[in-house]
């Protein structure tokens, strides 16, 4: 089956730890995306990528970092840097930049 | 910039009555727009899109209409169903300057009791 995966959907972390959110598709998509939702928000876009080895900054870049090394993976680290970083974390994927946007299921990350 | 703006909820409907969840953008030209759903502690799921004017989108029993005079894609069903309880995020996607940047409203959630 093709789709997007999200590892793992639960994540918990000590304050002032960096962790990394994996996303990885088998959609053979150009594009990836990572999003920010919180309760009763929707979602702003963090990083996206539209090609393997570029990336480019959304709209709530600060505190976070992805590699876009493979055109199947596009890891999010989210770092001590990030003021509240608890939140739903949501990878997408799309053929190119310009087609529909398709989603992961989520990791929810909690800081402690 | 571009934006959308969705009827504020929750909304609570008894099964089988009609469903109007509107959703209004603001955009320069011409974008695209789309209904996602989100269920409980999952991803969003494409629910139907629309990319130009007078476009219906539909699936599942969901319709929604590109109305470029009056900005709106409002998302109706006829008769809704307790698995239909989720909430759902009109969006737009339009180009500027090369730029495709998907732009969610808040979303609404749908409550449907027995």
């Known amino acids: 089956d093709g789709g997007i995966t999200q590892s793992p959907k639960y994540l918990f972390r000590k304050e002032g730890q960096n962790v990394t959110l994996s996303c990885e598709q088998n959609?053979?998509?150009?594009?990836m995306y990572w999003y920010r939702q919180d309760p009763g928000q929707g979602l702003r876009l963090i990083y996206y990528s539209q090609i393997v080895n570029d990336f480019q900054k959304g709209d709530i870049a600060e505190g976070y970092s992805v590699s876009r090394e493979k055109k199947e993976s596009f890891p999010l680290t989210v770092t001590s840097a990030q003021k509240n970083p608890t939140a739903f974390y949501l990878c997408?994927?799309?053929?190119?930049?310009?087609?529909?946007?398709?989603f992961g299921p989520g990791t929810r990350l909690t800081v402690l | 910039g571009d934006s959308v703006t969705q009827m504020e909820g929750p909304v609570t409907l008894s099964e089988e009555a009609f469903l109007t969840i509107n959703c209004t953008y603001t955009a320069t030209g011409y974008p695209s727009l789309f209904w996602y759903v989100q269920y409980p502690g999952e991803g969003l799921q494409l629910l139907l899109k629309?990319?130009?004017?007078?476009d219906k989108g539909s699936n599942k029993g969901f319709e929604a209409t590109y109305r470029k005079e009056t900005t709106s894609f409002h998302l109706e069903k006829g008769s809704v169903q307790v698995s239909d309880s989720a909430v759902y995020f009109c969006a737009l996607m339009f180009s500027g300057a090369g730029s495709y940047q998907l732009t969610f409203g808040k979303g609404t959630k749908l409550s449907v009791i027995p």
């Open positions: 959609l053979n998509h150009d594009a």
């Open positions: 997408a994927s799309s053929a190119n930049r310009a087609d529909t946007q398709y």
């Open positions: 629309a990319t130009k004017a007078d």
